[in-house]
């Protein structure tokens, strides 16, 4: 099972959005509604904030957004803040009980 | 609340095993399962198997599936993952994380890791 593909960085600046973007295939992300995302700050556990493409944990602000088109998920960060900057995985069920990761973002508030 | 606590850091020789165990609590344990993931340093995140909590199933990537062991115990609520031959690629921190009990769905609540460090 190969990673799913992400941009290795993105930025933005204080109150703007960034979007990240994940490529997959029609075995994994386009072939189920189980794509999450996470976020990861140094030196922490990663942190559930996106499951089931769009759906927000308890707790997570509605800052962040997902979305899937085909084989490509997307997550929306808007109104950046300073304490968004981390790093940002996608995943998604592959079938099979399998289980896949993407290759990682790193976010940068300017 | 639910809470998830791991074991303490391992250091290992070349071609031993090590078992790394989770401890959970605040939720009925065998109404989910629990995903391992590991974090080679400054890499990103891999997905290294999954066990329902509920059945016992478990599902391994093919890339581990010849080493890697993952058990639960219901009486006292911890998943346990062992890996068996270990190289110096196997140096990472390991997360465990609650899961559906029926797939590796997604993963809500995460252990705080286990640095695994593999060294002669």
């Known amino acids: 099972q190969s990673a799913l593909t992400q941009p290795p960085s993105a930025s933005g600046s204080p109150g703007q959005s960034v979007t990240i973007s994940c490529t997959g295939a029609s075995s994994d992300v386009g072939g189920y509604n189980y794509v999450s995302w996470y976020q990861q700050h140094p030196g922490k556990a990663p942190k559930l904030i996106i499951y089931?493409?769009?759906k927000r944990p308890s707790g997570v602000p509605d800052r962040f957004s997902g979305s899937k088109s085909g084989n490509t998920a997307s997550l929306t960060v808007s109104g950046l803040q300073a304490e968004d900057e981390a790093d940002y995985y996608c995943s998604s069920y592959a079938g099979n009980n399998n289980y896949v990761f993407g290759t990682g973002t790193k976010v940068t508030v300017l | 609340q639910v809470q998830v606590v791991q074991s303490g850091a391992e250091v290992k020789q070349p071609g031993a095993s090590v078992k790394v165990s989770c401890k959970t609590s605040g939720y009925s344990f065998t109404n989910y399962g629990i995903s391992w993931v590991r974090q080679a340093p400054g890499q990103g995140l891999e997905w290294m198997g999954w066990i329902s909590a509920y059945s016992g199933t478990t599902s391994y990537p093919q890339k581990l599936r010849d080493r890697v062991t993952m058990t639960t115990a219901t009486s006292t609520t911890t998943a346990s993952m062992e890996l068996e031959s270990l190289t110096s690629d196997d140096t990472a921190i390991y997360y465990c994380?609650?899961?559906?009990?029926?797939?590796?769905?997604?993963?809500?609540?995460w252990g705080q890791g286990t640095l695994v460090t593999v060294s002669s």
């Open positions: 089931e493409v769009s």
């Open positions: 994380a609650r899961s559906n009990a029926y797939g590796p769905y997604y993963f809500d609540y």
